[in-house]
C-alpha cells in the first residue's frame, strides 16, 4: 500500500511501535514529539495513559474511549486526550493520522 505521506515526511526516522501493520515517522522536538502515523491493519489499543496527546485524522476510522465516553473519529476530524486520561480504542486499517504528543520521549526511533 502507497504511503499517504510524501518527502521529506517519509525520509523521517521511523519510529519503534511494536505492533503489527503500523508505520511512524517521528519529528522530535525537546519538550514534544509529532508522528505521522499509518495502519495497514486493524489495532486494538488496551486501556493505558499517558502526558497529552492531539490527533489529526487523515484518513479512516479510529473508534477511542476517553475517560469512559466513546467516540469515532474519521478524516478531517481532531481529537484530544488530556494527560493522564486513561483511554483505549480500535483504529481501523487504512487510518492514518498525525498525532502530537505532549512529551519528548513517548517513542524512540527504530
Given at each position: 500500500?502507497?504511503?499517504?505521506?510524501?518527502?521529506?515526511?517519509?525520509s523521517?526516522?521511523?519510529?519503534?511501535?511494536?505492533?503489527?501493520?503500523?508505520?511512524?515517522?517521528?519529528?522530535?522536538?525537546?519538550?514534544?514529539?509529532?508522528?505521522?502515523?499509518?495502519?495497514?491493519?486493524?489495532?486494538?489499543?488496551?486501556?493505558?495513559?499517558?502526558a497529552?496527546?492531539?490527533?489529526?485524522?487523515?484518513?479512516?476510522?479510529?473508534?477511542?474511549?476517553?475517560?469512559?465516553?466513546?467516540?469515532?473519529?474519521?478524516?478531517?476530524d481532531?481529537?484530544?486526550?488530556?494527560?493522564?486520561?486513561?483511554?483505549?480504542?480500535?483504529?481501523?486499517?487504512?487510518?492514518?493520522?498525525?498525532?502530537?504528543?505532549?512529551?519528548?520521549?513517548?517513542?524512540?526511533?527504530?
Amino acid at each position: 500500500m502507497p504511503s499517504v505521506f510524501s518527502e521529506p515526511i517519509t525520509s523521517l526516522p521511523v519510529a519503534h511501535i511494536p505492533q503489527p501493520g503500523v508505520t511512524a515517522y517521528l519529528s522530535q522536538a525537546d519538550t514534544h514529539q509529532l508522528l505521522f502515523m499509518e495502519f495497514g491493519q486493524d489495532l486494538e489499543m488496551p486501556e493505558h495513559a499517558h502526558a497529552a496527546q492531539v490527533g489529526f485524522v487523515l484518513q479512516g476510522t479510529i473508534d477511542l474511549i476517553v475517560d469512559g465516553k466513546a467516540y469515532r473519529f474519521t478524516k478531517g476530524d481532531r481529537y484530544y486526550i488530556p494527560a493522564g486520561s486513561p483511554h483505549s480504542g480500535r483504529i481501523h486499517a487504512g487510518y492514518a493520522d498525525i498525532s502530537f504528543f505532549d512529551e519528548p520521549s513517548r517513542y524512540a526511533v527504530t
